[in-house]
Nanobody, 136 residues
Framework: QVQLVESGGTTVQTGGSLRLSCVVSVASGYSVNDLCMAWFRQVAGKQREGVAAISTGGSYTTYADFVKGRFNISRDNTRNTMYLQMDSLKPEDTAVYYC??????????????????????????WGQGTQVTVAA
């Protein structure tokens, strides 16, 4: 019904910038405008965690404390694409970044959260992930 494909992950130096993209494909009868979307990440050996989320039309966003002021989430529904602009990157940002979506309102389910596992379980659709490595 919904397919998500991330791109843009690569290796950058500390302090550098990177923009991730997520292209959304939907089956007939569905619309990207119906999808609440977010970015998650998973550091090796750790649990997946929410990074940022954006409402269906893009009017509302929320961010994890550890990326506030450095990352910006946006979407262009005319291009079926969501973005994550990442600036002032740190080595601790090294992770696999996932694009996720659900047809329910999702912002309050992602960030802030006291139950990261529940936030992960909330989303119905996941991309395959893209690796971001920040070299020290």
């Amino acid at each position: 019904q919904v397919q998500l494909v991330e791109s843009g992950g690569t290796t950058v130096q500390t302090g550098g910038s990177l923009r991730l993209s997520c292209v959304v494909s939907v089956a007939s009868g569905y619309s990207v405008n119906d999808l609440c979307m977010a970015w998650f990440r998973q550091v090796a050996g750790k649990q997946r965690e929410g990074v940022a989320a954006i409402s269906t039309g893009g009017s509302y966003t929320t961010y994890a404390d550890f990326v506030k002021g450095r990352f910006n989430i946006s979407r262009d529904n005319t291009r079926n694409t969501m973005y994550l602009q990442m600036d002032s990157l740190k080595p601790e940002d090294t992770a696999v970044y996932y694009c996720v979506a659900d047809r329910r309102w999702c912002l309050s389910s992602v960030l802030p959260t006291t139950d990261p596992a529940a936030a992960v379980a909330f989303f119905s659709y996941w991309g395959q992930g893209t690796q971001v490595t920040v070299a020290a």
